[in-house]
């Protein structure tokens, strides 16, 4: 497993100590819950006997009743009611308990549930000692199952999860460390796919362990096929096609933006050099202007194309009073900022906050100027503020160079506004931003898997040996064992932060933003 599987099986185990309740664990399609599920499984001690419910599409007494029959035990199959199949259950869990058993279920594909489903597992773990619960429940599920624990009816089973991890894609680092892995169980030391080859792996299964499975088997088979020793990008790309299909594939080169406007550009260039070479003959040179009008409007409409689907540079037509009266909604800026992190919320956002605390990751409020904005190197919702003093809106999705200047190259910033994308000036920003931003990052955890803003001297040493890590990552040096925020760890630690205008003795927040940052392998998404 990766750190992050590791992390999720810890908290789970967690979850399920002495007084554990719900826990909970979440992520997108493919990205290894169940994997991890069965992990937790293997590792249960002997005196636990479990439960493990696949297909959770079931009614309130269907799922009682499937609970009976993962727990062998016996009822009546006919006239069976909710009462009944209920006292049944209890029984098993009082006669597990004066066994010394352990007694867990686990639902996968969670999100399936239904609200009085739900209700209905929260009256199952009222049995209880003084000291435990005698049921405990691990619900996995993707995204959606936390928008659903999120409704008022459910608030009470919300209030029981003892323990919850969100299961975040690969970034490119791990990718790379789970393909050699795939290939060690194989009994194949040698690496079987190049550098390029890797890093495109990443960007089209977006770091989805399911996905890479699918492409790597491909493009091994590929390779085979043309009887090469090592996988490239172009086989991956071949593989991409048959493996995720031609809509999660990468388009080809003529039908992105840039190579739109290359083609029409060619078609331009060629239209002029027939029509020039045919100038001399009259009876060609009607066919020419045809031809080369036809090409002209196919130019132009690729052009048009490009530039209505890109939306991506102001211009003095941009009707800023619409641009500015849509981005009043700071949930819908936030819901972008969760996407650049492939979170799909559709959840109320008027906490959001709390929301992307149950995504384990934290808020970071912004206050400053943009180049220490920048330094941070994370997307982020700026807050605006227009010529009557009211807030709206957008999200910072990245940087690019607009063209030369006096001082060298002139930056433009592009934004999300409502569903537009739009590049923005300085000028543009110093008039209607006074410094605020809020910023999603993912904090290291203690040992009770609390998030951690601050390191010091007085901190854990693990934590201490956490910082000494990342600092040798960043400074690209070997990493030491150490037992304390020594003085070379501390010259270290200033070197870096020196680096980026922190002053400060600890590794405070910002500190930790910039050494936990994997915007570089892909998450978030900001370029």
Known sequence: MSVRHREALAHLTYGLGETGGFVLLTGEVGTGKTTVSRCLLDQLPENTQ???ILNPTLSSQELLATICDELKIRYRKTGATLKTLTD???????????AG????LIIDEAQHLQAEVLEQLRLLTNLETHTKKLLQVILIGQPELQQLLQRRDLRQLAQRITARYHLLPLNREEVAQYIQHRLAIAECQQPLFNRRA????HQLSKGIPRLINLLCDRALLGAYGENKQVVDKKLVLGASVEALGAELSRQPWWQKSGGKLALAAGLLALTLTLGFVAGNYQDN?????????????EANKALQTTEAAEQTRTSPETNWPLVIDSSRSLPLAVRHLFSLWRLQVEDELSEPCQVASSYELSCYWFKGTLPALLKLNYPAVFKFIDTNGVAFYGTLLGISQSGASTDGERESYRFQFNHQQLEIDKAWLDRYWQGGAVIFWQPPKNAFFEAVTSI????????????ENKLSEKQQRPAREVQALDAMLKNQLRQFQRQYGIDSSEAREQTLMLLTNTVDLGQPIFK
């Open 285 to 297: 040179a009607l066919a020419q202007q045809q031809e080369s009008s036809l090409l002209a409007d």
């Open 101 to 104: 058993l352990n007694t867990i």
């Open 456 to 467: 010091g001297e007085q901190s854990p040493v693990e934590l201490i040996q956490w910082l």
């Open 88 to 98: 049944k259950i209890q029984e098993k869990l009082l006669k597990n308990h004066q």
């Open 198 to 201: 890797i890093t495109t792996i």
């Open 50 to 52: 479990a439960a493990f």
